[in-house]
């Protein structure tokens, strides 16, 4: 089970950090990713952490923006958003799932969270 939070409302150029915590003992075992759905949009891919932390690769409209990180001790993981601009306004969602390609293919993803929801005022 996901369960994410720390999204709010942010006004432009300012700074959030979600964070997304796995109950179970295998959060290790799954890369992590995070999604984000704007109202009327498909999702879309945000960022992707392999399972040791050690590799991590962005959608092009947030690299440099955004950090994604894990604690695997804490069973948890992060997404650091920077430099915010109305156009990342949108319910963010974590996602779980073996294959550290599941940006690529939502099919990959195995375990969703409930979305937490980001608003950037301008």
């Known amino acids: 089970q996901l369960q994410a939070s720390g999204g709010g409302l942010v006004q432009a150029g300012g700074s959030l950090r979600l964070s997304c915590a796995a109950s179970?003992?295998?959060?290790?075992?799954?890369?992590m990713g995070w999604f984000r759905q704007a109202p009327g949009k498909e999702r879309e891919f945000v960022a992707a952490?392999?399972?040791?932390?050690?590799?991590?690769y962005y959608a092009d409209s947030v690299k440099g923006r955004f950090s994604i990180s894990r604690d695997n001790a804490k069973n948890t993981v992060y997404l650091q958003m920077n430099s915010l601009n109305p156009e990342d306004t949108a319910l963010y969602y974590c996602?779980?799932?073996?294959?550290?390609?599941?940006?690529?293919?939502?099919?990959?993803?195995?375990?969703w969270g409930k979305g937490t929801q980001v608003t950037v005022s301008s």
């Open positions: 952490v392999s399972r040791s932390g050690a590799a991590t």
């Open positions: 996602a779980a799932g073996p294959n550290y390609g599941l940006g690529y293919r939502t099919d990959l993803v195995t375990y």
């Open positions: 179970g003992r295998t959060f290790s075992t799954y890369a």
